[in-house]
Antibody, heavy 120, light 106 residues
Framework: EVQLVESGGGVVRPGGSLRLSCAAS????????MSWVRQVPGKGLEWVSG????????SYEDSVRGRFTISRDNAKNSLYLQMNSLRVEDTALYHC?????????????WGQGTMVTVSS | DIQMTQSPSTLSASVGDRVTITCRAS??????LAWYQQKPGKAPKLLIS???TLESGVPSRFRGSGSGTDFTLTISSLQPDDFATYFC????????FGQGTSLDIK
């Protein structure tokens, strides 16, 4: 089955860290760029970070740059998001999503998400 | 940064109705626009890319149009399965989403 499955979310204090993972299956992982998109429950979607097919190009939304690090391991068909210096406003459901390699592309497959709660 | 303004934020309609959702970009994005459908507790589902290209398996009652800064998603005859939240997204420069339109049953 073609799917993305996130894990690693949880409850953390402000200033803490978490590492999210996204396991891909059913397709050739390195045919795709990958992104993390977050969603406050009941609210809209916000792109957080993206990485190209081989990991040599990464990008970040301004509010997370310098605190979050995206990476991937194509041998393990996995995407990661290292989240440091977490803030209350980072609380959200974090989805991973894929986009076809090459030209800019829409996200044609999403995971269900993993919840991150930052609270004291 | 490219901002996306989507309207309306909520829309009440009946089965069989024709509905239209609009999305406006703060600058030209040519046709680098996608539409997604999301149901409660589920991941977003890509419906339309490149402003008007229907994804495989998406019913033909969904239609996307527009270019530059102004775009529309039209559902020609609402079915019970269509009541959901819809988002537009630009992908010309990184990614930005509209605020979403919650489509509910009148």
């Amino acid at each position: 089955e073609v799917q993305l499955v996130e894990s690693g979310g949880g409850v953390v204090r402000p200033g803490g860290s978490l590492r999210l993972s996204c396991a891909a299956s059913g397709f050739t992982f390195d045919d795709y760029g990958m992104s993390w998109v977050r969603q406050v429950p009941g609210k809209g979607l916000e792109w957080v970070s993206g990485i190209n097919w081989n990991g040599d190009t990464t990008s970040y939304e301004d509010s997370v740059r310098g605190r979050f690090t995206i990476s991937r391991d194509n041998a393990k068909n996995s995407l990661y998001l290292q989240m440091n210096s977490l803030r209350v406003e980072d609380t959200a459901l974090y989805h991973c999503a894929r986009t076809p390699r090459g030209e800019p592309g829409a996200f044609d497959l999403w995971g269900q998400g993993t919840m991150v709660t930052v609270s004291s | 940064d490219i901002q996306m303004t989507q309207s309306p934020s909520t829309l009440s309609a009946s089965v069989g109705d024709r509905v239209t959702i609009t999305c406006r970009a703060s600058q030209s994005i040519r046709t680098w626009l996608a539409w997604y459908q999301q149901k409660p507790g589920k991941a977003p589902k890509l419906l339309i890319s490149m402003a008007s290209t229907l994804e495989s398996g998406v019913p033909s009652r969904f239609r996307g149009s527009g270019s530059g800064t102004d775009f529309t998603l039209t559902i020609s005859s609402l079915q019970p399965d269509d009541f959901a939240t819809y988002f537009c997204q630009q992908y010309k420069s990184f990614y930005t989403f509209g605020q979403g339109t919650s489509l509910d049953i009148k």
